[in-house]
């Protein structure tokens, strides 16, 4: 084996450890939270020994940063997909909204553990602090861009970005108690939840539309818009 082919596979065996670390920290983050998080249990979790931790981490806190990047980008990922059908197929289809409730829902689910820990540290002024106050501005941005792209039509002012915003925000809102209500009411309809985030969510676009153009704030549809 030539030399150098061997410091190649060795960055490819590094790469591969620093990415099952990453994992488990994801994984431990997602189901028990930050306090379960330590050197010893990643590094177990990894398959490899504590000490090799430091071989590619500088410290337990820079881990769960890159860890809570990932678990970031995962749910922007989710939420780009849904918000991608829902622009394409139509905002006002019922089926489709419920269908993009359902992925959050059960995306939010998954990532509880993780959505506590944002909510509780997003403001300090840490590194993972930091991560987390922009895992948490860049999802209200992917969101609020992709509302924006489903309000178009309507020509609203200034493209309609506040507006988007406030949605977004409202969005969010319900999820995250729709989410604390089934932890606690274990026995709670996960469908009827959905359902009712679905019909709240159509119905409130519904009349916001029509308060706004009755009250001259948006332009009334011209004469064959749908």
Same mark, same amino acid.
């Given at each position: 084996?030539?030399?150098? /082919?061997?410091?190649?596979?060795?960055?490819?065996?590094?790469?591969?450890?620093?990415?099952?670390?990453?994992?488990?920290?994801?994984?431990?983050?997602?189901?028990?939270?930050?306090?379960?998080?330590?050197?010893?249990?990643?590094?177990?979790?990894?398959?490899?020994?504590?000490?090799?931790?430091?071989?590619?981490?500088?410290?337990?806190?820079?881990?769960?940063?890159?860890?809570?990047?990932?678990?970031?980008?995962?749910?922007?990922?989710?939420?780009?997909?849904?918000?991608?059908?829902?622009?394409?197929?139509? /905002?006002?289809?019922?089926?489709?909204?419920?269908?993009?409730?359902?992925?959050?829902?059960?995306?939010?689910?998954?990532?509880?553990?993780?959505?506590?820990?944002?909510?509780?540290?997003?403001?300090?002024?840490?590194?993972?602090?930091?991560?987390?106050?922009?895992?948490?501005?860049?999802?209200?941005?992917?969101?609020?861009?992709? +509302?924006?792209?489903?309000?178009?039509?309507?020509?609203?002012?200034?493209?309609?970005?506040?507006?988007?915003?406030?949605?977004?925000?409202?969005?969010?809102?319900?999820?995250?108690?729709?989410?604390?209500?089934?932890?606690?009411?274990?026995? +709670?309809?996960?469908?009827?939840?959905?359902?009712?985030?679905?019909?709240?969510?159509?119905?409130?676009?519904?009349?916001?539309?029509?308060?706004?153009?009755?009250?001259?704030?948006?332009?009334?549809?011209?004469?064959?818009?749908?």
């Amino acid at each position: 084996m030539s030399a150098q /082919v061997k410091p190649q596979r060795k960055r490819r065996d590094g790469q591969a450890t620093r990415e099952r670390l990453i994992q488990a920290t994801v994984e431990i983050l997602s189901r028990e939270g930050l306090g379960a998080v330590s050197t010893a249990r990643v590094a177990r979790d990894a398959g490899i020994v504590q000490s090799g931790f430091y071989a590619h981490f500088a410290s337990l806190e820079e881990c769960v940063v890159v860890a809570a990047e990932h678990i970031g980008q995962r749910i922007r990922d989710s939420i780009r997909e849904g918000l991608s059908l829902l622009r394409e197929q139509g /905002v006002g289809d019922f089926e489709l909204v419920l269908s993009l409730y359902r992925r959050l829902l059960t995306e939010v689910e998954a990532q509880w553990q993780f959505i506590e820990l944002l909510l509780r540290y997003f403001r300090e002024p840490t590194p993972l602090g930091r991560t987390l106050s922009s895992i948490q501005q860049s999802i209200r941005d992917e969101l609020t861009q992709h +509302l924006v792209g489903i309000l178009k039509p309507l020509d609203i002012p200034n493209g309609g970005r506040p507006e988007a915003a406030f949605l977004a925000d409202l969005m969010v809102s319900m999820l995250l108690s729709s989410v604390q209500s089934l932890r606690w009411e274990p026995s +709670l309809n996960k469908e009827l939840v959905v359902y009712l985030l679905t019909v709240e969510t159509l119905s409130m676009a519904a009349r916001t539309y029509d308060w706004m153009t009755e009250k001259g704030h948006w332009p009334k549809p011209t004469r064959g818009r749908t």
